[in-house]
T-cell receptor
Framework: DQQVKQNSPSLSVQEGRISILNCDYT??????FLWYKKYPAEGPTFLIS?????DKNEDGRFTVFLNKSAKHLSLHIVPSQPGDSAVYFC??????????FGGGTRLMVKP | SAVISQKPSRDICQRGTSLTIQCQVD?????MFWYRQQPGQSLTLIAT?????????ESGFVIDKFPISRPNLTFSTLTVSNMSPEDSSIYLC???????????FGDGTRLSIL
């Protein structure tokens, strides 16, 4: 039972344009949602989070939107830069601070 | 955020053997976790490492296969026992500091079993 899904395995975007990464979940008990970025041979790096009681959180070029009724969240990166090329994981938190991860989306930002 | 060091960074092992992975943090942390990332897959939580008591394992993972120790608030080990090629994965340690929401990860141990 995949509780967190990222349906797009890859995304290609031109430098300077917006990147939109999507994530869907099924469990209403998640209280926070997080986005991580992962480069090869490195551990995931935390980017941004959002509480389940919010619908938007912004940090610099990164904005996360949460639609609870649709059980959907998205990460917007604007403007996209070549250094943003990585695999992005959506994660959902439940009691005990445990995270459930989506399958990841590989973002490629072309110069 | 905390600096997390994992050793070894990679290893190639023979089937049937065991390997212990170490996770050292430069400050005391509230919680420590161990994850596995199989080739082409996402991260899956193996267990929560509890300080001074037995780890809490997720469904599908057992203590006999993945014994975990956490003797203090800055250090934990994960042993992968009686390894088979199916155990070839990246194993990652993560921590939570204080009341923070986010987990922070080490760079992982890339394990290959022949």
């Amino acid at each position: 039972d995949q509780q967190v899904k990222q349906n797009s395995p890859s995304l290609s975007v031109q430098e300077g344009r917006i990147s939109i990464l999507n994530c869907d979940y099924t469990n209403s008990m998640f209280d926070y949602f997080l986005w991580y970025k992962k480069y090869p041979a490195e551990g995931p790096t935390f980017l941004i989070s959002i509480s389940s009681i919010k619908d938007k959180n912004e940090d610099g070029r990164f904005t996360v939107f949460l639609n609870k009724s649709a059980k959907h969240l998205s990460l917007h990166i604007v403007p996209s830069q070549p250094g943003d090329s990585a695999v992005y994981f959506c994660a959902a938190r439940k009691a005990g601070n445990m995270l459930t991860f989506g399958g990841g989306t590989r973002l490629m930002v072309k110069p | 955020s905390a600096v997390i060091s994992q050793k070894p960074s990679r290893d190639i092992c023979q089937r049937g053997t065991s390997l212990t992975i170490q996770c050292q943090v430069d400050s005391q942390v509230t919680m420590m976790f161990w994850y596995r990332q199989q080739p082409g897959q996402s991260l899956t939580l193996i267990a929560t490492a509890n300080q001074g008591s037995e780890a809490t394992y997720e469904s599908g993972f057992v203590i006999d296969k993945f014994p975990i120790s956490r003797p203090n608030l800055t250090f934990s080990t994960l042993t992968v026992s009686n390894m088979s090629p199916e155990d070839s994965s990246i194993y990652l340690c993560s921590v939570v500091t204080g009341p923070a929401i986010a987990q922070h990860f080490g760079d992982g141990t890339r394990l290959s079993i022949l």
